[in-house]
């Protein structure tokens, strides 16, 4: 199995800038796609930001221009700079990866992080 676990997540004021951080765990073969999505309460999960394993990017139209998403694979890390927050920003955000992994057999699965939230003051 597959562990994503956040960090980063934090309370700031408008204007302000975060930076959160995913690390990848487990039986990895290989890691493709990473990113981020947010998820307010009664409404669906949308996305932030993603980036390709060959650092392609595509961002939300909320948060481009403002957010930055990038990738260490070394470290089977990814990172959503954030700048110029708004509270309409706050959120609960999840990081997401594809991953193969290999446990007898070659599976390619979609996994999630617990969450981590960011709170916005005006």
């Known amino acids: 199995q597959v562990q994503l676990v956040e960090s980063g997540g934090g309370l700031v004021q408008a204007g302000g800038s975060l930076r959160l951080s995913c690390t990848a765990s487990g039986s990895i073969f290989r890691i493709n796609d990473m990113g981020w999505y947010r998820q307010a309460p009664g409404r669906q999960r949308e996305l932030v930001a993603v980036?390709?394993?060959?650092?392609?990017?595509n961002y939300g139209d909320s948060v481009k221009g403002r957010f930055t998403i990038s990738r260490d694979n070394a470290k089977n890390t990814v990172l959503l700079q954030m700048n110029t927050l708004k509270p309409e920003d706050t959120n609960v955000y999840y990081c997401n990866a594809i991953v193969t992994t290999n446990s007898g057999s070659m599976i390619t699965s979609n996994y999630w992080g617990q969450g981590t939230r960011v709170t916005v003051s005006s």
């Open positions: 980036i390709t394993s060959g650092g392609n990017t």
